[in-house]
């Protein structure tokens, strides 16, 4: 039997496998956009993501991505610990999403889940919730009760969460954004117990969720430059380990991804 009559045989007896050859890096992006606190991440992908685009605003600032046309924002915030709702909602609205993608009635071309940093908390709120057995701080201020975890079972139960929560979201086959506030790397050796020293280099905030960034092709770096211009960072450098799988594109870019996919296609 000839080679490639054996070879569609076997892709059919395994199914879900693809040819390289059949697809293309951007025919599902899933970016991980960092940055500092107002430089642009938020706004990078509402005014220049493939559209339709439903925005999952985790730090309840939808009024900075206000007045754009054909994206859909939904805001999920905790009001308190003890009673979390952002995490279930969020899962939910996945499982509708889901129900959609199997009626190829999706009808959005991108998601963005705006910030992990917050939706980390959420995740840590329903996790300290459900898991009882979990060692806790609870203390109480005014009327207001605070939970806060003592071990590394909510840390870990959390990624665990987020990661799941990606997994489903990949699934449904459109681009995928997820924003990441970023601070200076901690430097392990020269810190102390009493002297936090921090390198040049930048990491995410908080530190543990940077297990999350390898299930990303892309991860950019937005930040303003001398002149006042929003960039985007594409590639590594000291500062950052940015990564793209976008070909003819430069170090740096302007905050515009429907003009880096266009340099993108003209290879």
């Known amino acids: 039997m000839p080679e490639n009559k054996l070879l569609e045989q076997a892709i ?34 509402a005014r220049t993501a493939r559209k339709l685009l439903l925005h999952y605003d985790f730090d309840d600032r939808r009024e900075s991505i206000a007045g754009i046309d054909d994206v859909v924002i939904k805001t999920l915030v905790d009001k308190n610990d003890e009673t ?22 999706l009808p959005f071309k ?6 992990c940093t917050f939706l980390r908390k959420y995740a840590e709120h329903q996790f300290m919730k459900d898991c009882t057995t979990s060692s806790r701080n609870k203390f109480k201020i005014g ?4 939970i806060i975890p003592k071990d590394w079972d909510a840390v870990t139960g959390v990624q665990k969460m987020l990661d799941g929560i990606l997994n489903r979201v990949f ?11 970023t601070r200076n790397e901690k430097d392990n050796v020269k810190s102390t117990k009493l002297d936090t020293v921090y390198k040049d280099n930048l990491t995410v905030d908080p530190p543990n969720i940077k297990v ?26 000291w500062k950052f ?26 290879i």
Not at 143 to 146: E, F, R
Not at 171 to 181: E, G, I, K, P, R
């Open 84 to 105: 979390p709702t952002a995490w279930n909602t969020l899962e939910s609205d996945i499982g509708t999403l889901e129900y959609l993608r199997d009626k190829n009635e």
């Open 12 to 45: 059919q007896q395994l199914q879900g496998c693809h040819k390289s050859e059949d697809i293309t890096h951007i025919d599902r992006l899933k970016v991980a956009v960092c940055g500092d606190t107002g430089t642009g991440k938020s706004c990078l992908i």
């Open 241 to 266: 380990a940015a990564a793209s799988v976008l070909k003819n594109v430069e170090d740096v870019e302007e905050a515009d991804i429907g003009k880096m996919l266009e340099k993108h296609n003209k």
């Open 212 to 237: 999350l960034l390898p299930k990303f092709n892309d991860k950019w770096r937005t930040f303003v430059d001398t002149d006042g211009i929003f960039k985007v960072q594409i590639h590594a450098d």
């Open 171 to 181: 699934a449904l086959n459109v681009d995928t954004y997820m924003t990441f506030h």
């Open 110 to 115: 991108s998601i963005a889940l705006d910030s």
């Open 143 to 146: 009327v207001t009760t605070y």
